[in-house]
Nanobody
Framework: VQLQASGGGLVQAGDSLRLSCAASGGAASRNGMGWFRQRPGKEREFVAGISPGGDSTYYGHSVQGRFTISRENAKNTMYLQMNNLKPEDTAVYYC???????????????????WGQGTQVTVSS
């Protein structure tokens, strides 16, 4: 499975942005997926995850209530709607997929089997 993340850009604090992750080359629609990010000088961290059917989601504490993860399996695409962006949300955002097909959403990087190339999100104050 190949993943292609897009939608990043430069925005101001308080703005919104929607990231997309298009999957190809496999049955990604049957697998769990997630978003991670790497802020400058920090390790990569979990942002949000979603089960194959979209009925189970989980968010990192710092984005809870501001970000929404969703997916359209018919389009093999996952999204991350980011609202009320803050300068500390500045990071490279990566989409990732796991071969796990249950409803449990993992926050561990090691549980994700394939990764997109990342898209830069910069939030100015």
């Amino acid at each position: 499975v190949q993943l292609q993340a897009s939608g990043g850009g430069l925005v101001q604090a308080g703005d919104s942005l929607r990231l997309s992750c298009a999957a190809s080359g496999g049955a990604a629609s049957r697998n769990g997926m997630g978003w991670f990010r790497q802020r400058p000088g920090k390790e990569r961290e979990f942002v949000a995850g979603i089960s194959p059917g979209g009925d189970s989601t989980y968010y990192g504490h710092s984005v809870q209530g501001r970000f929404t993860i969703s997916r359209e399996n018919a389009k093999n695409t996952m999204y991350l709607q980011m609202n009320n962006l803050k300068p500390e949300d500045t990071a490279v955002y990566y989409c990732a997929g796991t071969n796990y097909r249950g409803r449990y959403v993992s926050t561990a990087e090691s549980q994700y089997d394939y990764w997109g190339q990342g898209t830069q999100v910069t939030v100015s104050s």
